[in-house]
């Protein structure tokens, strides 16, 4: 079974930084893309990084040259470095694979960055 669990998330203010973490069980992480997904208080859910297995990186144009996503397979952790927050990156943060055509998701972490 395959479970994601984020951590880190929380409450900074503009200019800050926080990371992220995507704890992944059920033995799959070495090979499968990871990404970080984010949903604003009534907006859609809009999609902010992702990395492959082979840790090839692509980021949203909102979040290009602030964040960093990265992966420690030996931990089965995925990270999100987020630096220079800005208030509009205030949002709950899901960690997502996928295996096949089946999609998971994490339960979701809040950030949020105070002006």
């Known amino acids: 079974q395959v479970q994601l669990v984020e951590s880190g998330g929380g409450l900074v203010q503009a200019g800050g930084s926080l990371r992220l973490s995507c704890a992944v069980s059920g033995n799959i992480f070495s090979i499968v893309p990871m990404g970080w997904y984010r949903q604003a208080p009534g907006k859609q859910r809009e999609w902010v990084a992702q990395?492959?297995?082979?840790?090839?990186?692509n980021y949203a144009d909102s979040v290009k040259g602030r964040f960093t996503i990265s992966r420690d397979n030996a931990k089965n952790t995925m990270y999100l470095q987020m630096n220079s927050l800005k208030p509009e990156d205030t949002a709950v943060y899901l960690c997502n694979t996928h295996l096949g055509p089946v999609d998971y998701w994490g339960q979701g972490i809040q950030v949020t960055v105070s002006s």
């Open positions: 990395i492959t297995s082979r840790d090839n990186t």
